[in-house]
């Protein structure tokens, strides 16, 4: 009809926004709005504040392992030799490398020769992994060759031995000291092997931001380790670093080409998968938490929109003998609801965008609150609590929010709409 205002006019507004001022003869309602507020809020905070923790710690841990180890591990099967031994040396490894770096994707290989030694410094000792490269090729690894985390020379590797700043830590080494590697499976004599002893000075501590792999790991120049391990000309793997690590396995039938017979594989997918799907259960379980705490705020809006309806009920009647209709006195109490909502929802994000830019300051106070030692990088993995924001985790925050204070809203602002105004002036 030519005359009929349009939904959500000015008038609608109006009304709706005296219902939300706070009166002193209405304090009910207006302690009811605030405590429908400040539950989004914190609601909303929460929920981001669960989403950057956990895409952050993902993030973390995914760069240390991607960092710090092989996308793809390359080994043989083993044979066993004419002593007995089970065998799975590679004794081609620099063809077999060769045709690993020309598989497209691949972006660098490198023979590595690992083994199981004790460590030793003025009687302190530490059981370590000691990985035998070259030094180019360690220098290429982000994690282990970052010089802001990285004490020493690393271009001195040749001349020593790279250590991990968990194993310096346990070693009581520094930069310039010689530690002694010793293995079980040292020289053969007559009367038997002697275990193996060398001395090698420290002439890089690196920290890979994983406290397994800082406090177990050491590099060795590869032809150093080849001799002290016993593997004269061959290899024990060949690790692959390729273009896109979460693209791995569609390389894995191209590489194994390129192995040659007796290949198999080892895809970092492979060495923390199960932990990664464990992060995976666990995100999608604290998100249906976070989602329960955001319905249960929203449902305090039903609370308050229920007692400004009781309250108004002199009000709605006089507005329906005047002529308003139902669909305006349901948006009138919608955008009662759905006001507050907006504003929880637009302060919750501000807090949580806040918390994940300024998670160190703030973790670092609550350490200091508690006494220290809040993070155990022995238990967690990591050294601290990381926080990144994501564009898809905060919209499906608003989203879910608004969602819900919208929907909940509906149902208070129904029952305003379809009030009788005859009952509602009847006592009055």
């Not at 044979?79 to 691949?106: F, K, M, N």
């Not at 080494?173 to 002893?197: E, M, Y």
């Not at 006494?371 to 898809?392: F, N, T």
């Amino acid at each position: 009809m030519a005359g009929t205002p349009p939904p959500f006019a000015p008038f609608e507004w109006m009304i709706a926004w005296r219902y939300l001022r706070a009166r002193r003869a209405e304090g009910g309602v207006s302690v009811m709005t605030w405590i429908s507020l400040i539950g989004i809020t914190l609601a909303v905070f929460a929920l981001i504040a669960t989403l950057a923790v956990r895409s952050g710690f993902r993030a973390e841990f995914v760069d240390t392992i991607l960092g710090a180890n092989a996308h793809v591990t390359v080994y043989r099967s083993g044979l066993v030799d004419s002593t007995g031994r089970l065998d799975r040396t590679i004794p081609d490894y620099e063809e077999v490398a060769t045709r690993l770096r020309d598989v497209e994707g691949v972006t660098r290989t490198a023979p590595l020769v690992k083994g199981q030694v004790m460590s030793s410094l003025r009687g302190r000792n530490a059981g370590v992994e000691v990985f035998g490269i070259a030094r180019e090729n360690l220098k290429e690894l982000p994690r282990i060759a970052d010089p802001l985390t990285g004490r020493g020379d690393i271009d001195r590797f040749d001349d020593g031995i790279a250590i991990g700043s968990g194993v310096a830590r346990e070693l009581g080494a520094i930069v310039g000291d010689k530690i002694k590697i010793i293995s079980p499976n040292g020289v053969k004599t007559a009367f038997g092997t002697s275990p193996r002893i060398n001395a090698y000075e420290v002439v890089y501590v690196f920290s890979a931001g994983r406290y397994d792999i800082d406090r177990t790991r050491v590099y060795l120049p590869f032809s150093e380790a080849q001799n002290f391990f016993n593997r004269d000309g061959v290899a024990d793997e060949i690790e692959v670093m390729v273009e896109d690590p979460d693209a791995v396995d569609d390389l894995s039938l191209d590489l194994l080409r390129a192995g040659g017979e007796r290949t198999l594989l080892w895809t970092w997918r492979d060495a923390s998968g199960g932990f990664l799907r464990a992060l995976e259960v666990e995100d999608n379980v604290m998100f249906i938490i976070m989602s329960i705490l955001v319905l249960i705020a929203a449902m305090n809006i039903v609370s308050g929109l229920i007692m400004l309806v009781k309250n108004k009920g002199r009000d709605i009647g006089i507005l329906r003998t005047m002529g308003l209709t139902e669909g305006a006195v349901l948006r009138v109490f919608f955008i009662c609801g759905a006001f507050t909502g907006l504003i929880g929802t637009a302060l919750g994000v501000t807090l949580g965008c806040l918390f994940a830019i300024y998670i160190d300051p703030v973790f670092a106070f609550v350490n200091m609150m508690m006494g220290g030692g809040v993070w155990d990088p022995a238990i967690r993995g990591i050294y601290h609590l990381p926080a990144k924001l994501e564009l898809a985790d905060v919209l499906s925050a608003v989203i879910l929010s608004l969602g819900l204070s919208f929907v909940v809203t509906i149902f208070p602002a129904r029952r305003a709409a379809r009030m009788n105004p005859v009952e509602a002036l009847r006592y009055e």
